[in-house]
Nanobody
Framework: QEQLVESGGGLVQPGGSLRLSCKAS??????MGWYRQAPGKERELVAT???????NYGDAVKGRFTISRDNAKNTVYLQMDNLKPEDTAIYYC????????????WGQGTQVTISS
């Protein structure tokens, strides 16, 4: 059973930066990513990265967030710069593999709050 260990959330002022980390125990031919959910809103894509390193970003974070992964450490990172109040949300790590054996795991979520 996969257990995703997330870290790095917190409270920062607008314009600040945070770095989220997510360590997986199940790796290999997988796509990892971050999604977020703000109060009263649906969960939305932040960014994903394939095992080959191809990244995909949600429109709201393009140019400000950078996703990366360290396959040797089974860990994905999300560097968040120029943070805005509208980035406030719970951020969830996702680990998914579309080929057999398939899986789709979610972390517990980490709170990110942007406020002055």
């Amino acid at each position: 059973q996969e257990q995703l260990v997330e870290s790095g959330g917190g409270l920062v002022q607008p314009g600040g930066s945070l770095r989220l980390s997510c360590k997986a125990s199940v790796f290999g031919a997988n796509t990892m990513g971050w999604y977020r959910q703000a109060p009263g809103k649906e969960r939305e894509l932040v960014a994903t990265i394939t095992s080959g390193g191809t990244a995909n970003y949600g429109d709201a974070v393009k140019g400000r967030f950078t996703i990366s992964r360290d396959n040797a450490k089974n860990t994905v990172y999300l560097q968040m710069d120029n943070l805005k109040p509208e980035d406030t949300a719970i951020y969830y790590c996702n680990n998914k593999r579309a080929v057999t054996p398939r899986f789709d795991y979610w972390g517990q979520g980490t709170q990110v709050t942007i406020s002055s």
